[in-house]
């Protein structure tokens, strides 16, 4: 379970990191769509925004002005309560999920160990797919809230896209949860630390150059997990809900100014989700390579000599180790929009029903027939 502390100044630093980590969320969002019209700008041979400020960077405080300035109004046959309530749901349910997920080592000042993450929850899994799941209902509020044919058709095919990815997302990551044998991501990623090394048929393998990632033991899983959060987050080449020559904007139709923020917010809030998990699952979270963290630890005290500032060094540098693999994911995201053309849907469909279920449903078959093998084997 979590809790948010036993005394005064554990619920204030705790409450502290909540607002830290909505505001960081919040704050990405300006720089990734920067970033993202750049690195659209260089892949398709063409300078993107340059104009406001140095290398336009200024111009994400004039698409701020413009969002919070426009004219607010709402359809007149469309329902007013889910008009307005779809944006907020779109917006808080990613912030409250990423909050779960670790981003460094714990933080030792005095009699007290904080948590580089919003809060931690033994069943960190399960509650972040099931929070960021309620997306769903976001893409139907918005649409019928609309009261358009266009934003209707987009909220069916939207929703209907997810709910079928997510039977695939889920069932990839159950092998990596029959392999640490928990729903905790901290043990999951400490479960992943130092080198490459397991045991099979009562020998131990191990490689003293590999981390201990969970990519090595889960590659299927990864590529099937990572493909179904790109549908999942309406992300091309899964956006046929917002088919420009079909359905104009789907259901972001009659959505414009700060309701339409809160909808670009969440979509890359479920973007973050995607890449921190992603990191956490298969690629060792916040570890440094082969490295475990009291190594790191033991390396910063011998050039520092004093243990709190040591502890803080390890957290900072695990924190940037986490960030880098965070980058990564993010990037491929924006690399793969501007790279790869959208499917029909009956091309999205069949792919979610008829390829990636299957080989999600083998993968977890396979690898609890393996781990059944190699630990009767050794009984």
């Not at 007290?112 to 509650?127: M, P, S």
């Not at 997810?162 to 029959?178: C, D, P, R, T």
């Not at 695990?318 to 995201?333: A, C, E, T």
């Amino acid at each position: 379970m979590t809790s948010m502390g036993t005394t005064t100044f554990e619920v204030a630093v705790n409450l502290i990191k909540l607002v830290l980590v909505f505001l960081m969320m919040v704050q990405l969002v300006p720089i990734l769509v920067w970033l993202e019209r750049r690195g659209s700008a260089f892949i398709q041979n063409r300078f993107g925004p340059n104009r406001v400020g140095p290398l336009g960077l200024l111009q994400l405080l004039a698409d701020a002005v413009k969002f919070l300035t426009k004219e607010d109004f709402a359809p007149e046959k469309g329902n007013r309560l889910l008009f307005y309530a779809a944006p907020v749901f779109a917006l808080v349910p990613a912030a409250v999920a990423y909050m779960a997920i670790p981003m460094s080592v714990p933080l030792k000042f005095n009699e007290y160990t904080f948590l580089i993450q919003g809060y931690e929850i033994n069943v960190g899994i399960v509650f972040i797919l099931g929070i960021s799941s309620l997306a769903a209902y976001t893409i139907l509020m918005a649409g019928w809230g609309s009261g358009s044919k266009f934003s209707l058709m987009g909220a069916l095919r939207a929703s209907a896209q997810i709910i079928s990815y997510e039977l695939a997302l889920g069932l990839s990551i159950v092998g990596i949860i029959l392999l640490y044998g928990t729903f905790n991501l901290s043990e999951m990623i400490h479960a992943q630390q130092g080198i490459f090394s397991f045991n099979a048929f009562g020998h131990n393998i191990s490689a003293s150059w590999l981390p201990n990632w969970g990519i090595f033991y889960q590659p299927v899983g990864m590529i099937l997990f990572f493909a179904a959060t790109f549908a999942e987050s309406n992300r091309l080449p899964f956006d046929l809900a917002e088919g420009e020559a079909e359905l104009v904007a789907g259901f972001h139709t009659e959505y414009g100014g700060f309701k339409m923020l809160m909808f670009f917010i969440g979509e890359y809030g479920h973007m973050m989700i995607a890449s921190g998990l992603m990191a956490t699952f298969f690629f060792g979270g916040y570890s440094i390579w082969n490295l475990t963290p009291q190594e790191v630890y033991q390396w910063c005290f011998n050039l520092i000599g004093n243990e709190f500032w040591a502890g803080a060094m390890n957290s900072l540098l695990h924190f940037l180790s986490y960030l880098v693999k965070f980058g990564i994911f993010l990037w491929i995201f924006f690399h793969v929009r501007w790279t790869l053309p959208r499917f029909r849907y009956d091309q999205l469909m069949d792919l979610g029903w008829k390829t990636m279920l299957p080989w999600a449903l083998a993968n977890t078959m396979i690898t609890a027939l393996i781990i059944f093998v190699t630990s009767y084997y050794v009984l």
